[in-house]
């Protein structure tokens, strides 16, 4: 299951980040590493981009970016 497939209001815990290079990088320098949790906020009407809150602190994460992460419910 990747992120872009948790519903509002579920919390999930990160498995693994794919992508490479400089993607990868930016997704870890917002927080999103292997092991936190991340609360599943809001979703915009046409489903991009998702509002999350990690490690404290709001995010909006774009579809594609979302698509990257695989989770597991909590």
Not at 41 to 56: I, M, S
């Amino acid at each position: 299951m990747t992120l872009r497939d948790v519903k509002i209001g579920d919390t999930c815990k990160v498995k693994r980040i794919h992508g490479e290079g400089a993607l990868k990088r930016r997704i870890m320098d917002m927080g999103i590493t292997k092991g936190v949790e991340i609360y599943v906020r809001k979703v915009a009407p046409l489903g991009d981009p998702v509002e999350v809150t990690v490690r404290g602190y709001e995010l909006s994460i774009r579809k594609g970016d979302a698509e990257l992460i695989d989770v597991e419910s909590v």
